[in-house]
């Protein structure tokens, strides 16, 4: 089994370190760890160091010895997922699943048919909730370079998003509207991916020609139609198998 991640705020590059706090609390009285069993430390920006315990004092200091330290690089092809807003928990599971799967970033979306609405002090609950989700996913999947979850966009700054990418994607089931098959997209070698998954509802024709305009085209996964929560799941399994990031 591959050692724990635990986050530091700064990744030490040698000797011994002490892992207290929340952190340390985890490893000490959830993990139960001890001496001589492995950890990773890491600060969720790509930086992470090897270490081995050396004791466990009280019930949240976890004295580590530093093994190795290194930082990961950049991929060269970035995945970020717009994600309509979907209702209930449905968020929260996509949130996990994608981190989990490998995205780089996700952008909340408040699609013109989406019945969730991020408003206020609802919306700020909502994005933190989303961000809290990707950071215990990606301590969870062993991730030293954590998923961005960026703020809530509108469906103009989420075409602003597209314009700029080397690769924008609209994920839609309807052949009708010229999608053509994910698994068969002409993918760059370097830069980023912009992949849109609408709500529940679909993405609207107005939406969709806006994205269009944007440079965006439309893709679909197969025959059948995914859950808003699961589409962007399965379309970042896509892109990560065929731009090499899962080799």
């Given amino acids: 089994m591959t050692a724990p991640v635990f986050v530091v705020d700064k990744v030490p590059g040698g000797g011994e370190y002490v892992l207290d706090g929340a952190e340390g609390r985890h490893a000490v009285s959830v993990k139960r760890l001890h001496a001589d069993e492995e950890v ?8 992470w160091a090897d270490a081995v315990v050396v004791a466990a004092e009280g019930k949240d200091r976890l004295v580590v010895r530093i093994t190795a330290s290194a930082t990961e690089d950049e991929p060269a092809v970035r995945i970020t997922v717009v994600q309509a807003l979907p209702k209930g928990d449905r968020g929260e599971v996509a949130v996990e699943t994608m981190t989990e799967t490998g995205v780089d ?24 909730k989303w961000r809290s989700t990707a950071r215990e996913a990606g301590k969870q999947s062993r991730r030293v370079r954590f998923v961005d979850v960026r703020e809530a966009m509108t469906t103009k700054q989420v075409a602003a998003l597209l314009a700029g990418a080397d690769l924008a994607m609209v994920l839609h089931e309807d052949r009708a509207v010229g999608s053509a098959a994910l698994s068969t997209a002409d993918l760059p070698a370097r830069g980023e991916i912009v992949l849109v998954v609408g709500p529940e509802g679909g993405v609207s024709p107005e939406e969709l020609a806006t994205f269009a305009a944007a440079g965006a085209k439309p893709y679909r996964l ?23 990031r899962w080799s």
């Fill in 40 to 47: 990773t430390l890491t600060d969720g920006a790509g930086n």
């Fill in 105 to 128: 970033a996700i952008v909340p979306w408040q699609a013109g048919r989406c019945i969730t609405q991020w408003k206020g002090e609802r919306g700020l609950k909502s994005l933190a």
């Fill in 222 to 244: 197969g025959r059948s139609v995914l859950r808003t929560s699961t589409a962007g799941t399965v379309g970042a399994a896509v892109l990560m198998a065929r731009t090499g």
